[in-house]
């Protein structure tokens, strides 16, 4: 599939994956299945060590992997023969997913899954909340900067540690 824009066609990104149906907003409303993704943003992994990563069991995270998977977020990354079994790994479908229109049970679950991974960090965190007044070209300029400094800051190799970032910002209902 691809794109005309302005009569020039382009191939859609595969790294962005656009969450428009009501399966997928019912797979992101629950802290779990919000957490798993942030666990495969990475790298493929299997049931065994997500459970051990996220502190919870593997049947419960059997269950999410399978919600996400019928969604379409994750998908089957291949298995590998270890000892006499043979173990599943699960990748994220995209890098990136763009909501057009969240939904409160999606964002609560997402704001909830970042609370246990806050509580569960080795590290302190930043974590502000601030309300500023500004008019529409400011708050333009602002939401272009942070959006900006999300995309383009640079990782560091493989072995570093993760570090999560959540930038929202939004106008006040009412103000």
């Known amino acids: 599939m691809s794109l005309t824009l302005d009569g020039v066609s382009q191939q859609p990104d595969e790294s962005v994956q656009r969450i428009d149906t009501p399966r997928q907003h019912s797979a992101l409303a629950h802290p779990l299945r919000q957490r798993l993704l942030f666990a495969l943003s990475r790298r493929p992994s299997t049931i065994s060590r997500l459970a051990a990563q996220l502190g919870v069991n593997k049947g419960s995270v059997s269950h999410h992997l399978k919600v996400l998977c019928e969604a379409g977020l994750v998908r089957d990354a291949g298995t590998r023969q270890v000892r006499g ?3 599943k ?3 994220r479908a995209a890098e990136r997913l763009l909501v057009d229109e969240p939904q409160a ?5 997402m704001l909830g899954a970042v609370a246990q991974e806050l509580d569960r960090s080795p590290v302190d ?4 909340l601030r ?21 383009e800051t640079e990782e560091d190799p493989e072995g570093e540690p993760v ?3 959540l930038v929202a910002f939004y106008q006040q209902a009412g103000a």
């Open 85 to 87: 079994g043979t173990e």
């Open 89 to 91: 790994y699960y990748r």
């Open 105 to 109: 049970e999606g964002t609560a679950a």
């Open 125 to 128: 965190h930043l974590l502000t």
């Open 163 to 165: 570090h999560g970032l």
């Open 131 to 151: 309300h500023l007044r500004l008019g529409p070209a400011k708050a333009a300029r602002l939401a272009e900067a942070l959006a900006r400094l999300a995309d």
